[in-house]
């Protein structure tokens, strides 16, 4: 029997519901509603769309947002004076800085630059540290956080279970293993990270429970590499040439989608899987920090 879907799409509204709720509450007990900027530097069209996407996303819950657009030659000292200018605005709880950044900027200094308490992409080295020693009152990644949302609500909880993280980079794959080790709901699982240079990849993956793939490259994981009744979440949004499509492009994983879904018990699609949960977890993150300024 083919693996049942988790449809990010439909975990994504449910979330946002409740959100949109929440804030409405919010804004009548306290006449204040939770803000967010985004601040997009240059014109790559994939970093446009998900800008646009975050915004949209963050009006209809109620939430306020702004958008900062910026050429793509700003220089760093601009855009750390812009981020500097957001930490203090008392309407701004969340910041979120678009990447990749151009060349000319050091994405490391920006991400620090933003107050860790308006750090809603879960970047900055002081909320990395918490979620990495295993605190729970942290703004965590989007994409992870989206990730363990969608275990959570399909009664595929880690606890307990080998989940193996393919990729280790600092959006996806090193929080995620955070998030899975932690103690208590989401975590609590045996965590293994592989990556592009681990030798024999299939050896390690076809280990796991629930096999999380964050690599970036089209066809990496194949039935082969899946033991039978895994859960697979397939984190990879790549663009692929498709020249009789209107948008020339389609979208496709990490996984080889038709050949695991025949192995898996569950399966992420792309598009609809874990990328509405990317967005939705920053709308769930601005509600948290704003929420810890009251109490501030
Ligand atoms: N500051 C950040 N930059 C980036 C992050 C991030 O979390 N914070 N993550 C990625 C891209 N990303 C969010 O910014 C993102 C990727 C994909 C989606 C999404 O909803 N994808 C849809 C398809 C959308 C389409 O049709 O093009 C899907 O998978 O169904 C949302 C957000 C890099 N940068």
Known sequence: MPAQLISGREIAATIRSDLAERVARLKADTGRVPGLATVLVGEDPASQSYVRMKNSAA?????????????????????????????????????????????????????????????????????VGKLSTGATDVLAPCTPWGVIQMLLRTGNSPRGKHCVVVGRSNIVGRPMASLLLRRGEGGDATVTVAHSR??????????????????????????????PGAVVIDVGVNRVDAPDTDRGYRLVGDVDFDGVREVASWITPVPGGVGPMTITMLLSNTVDAFERSLER
């Open 59 to 127: 009006k209809e819950a109620g939430i306020h947002s702004e958008q900062i657009t910026l050429p793509a030659d700003t220089p760093e000292a601009e855009l750390l004076g812009l981020v500097a200018g957001l930490n203090a605005n008392p309407d701004i709880h969340g910041i979120l800085v678009q990447l990749p950044l151009p060349g000319q900027i050091d994405e490391q200094k920006v991400l620090e630059a933003i107050d860790p308490a308006k750090d809603v992409d879960g970047f900055h080295p002081v909320n």
């Open 198 to 227: 681990t030798p024999d990849l299939g050896a390690i993956t076809r280990q796991a429970d629930i096999l999380i793939v964050a690599v970036g490259r089209p066809d990496t994981v194949t039935a082969d590499m899946v033991r």
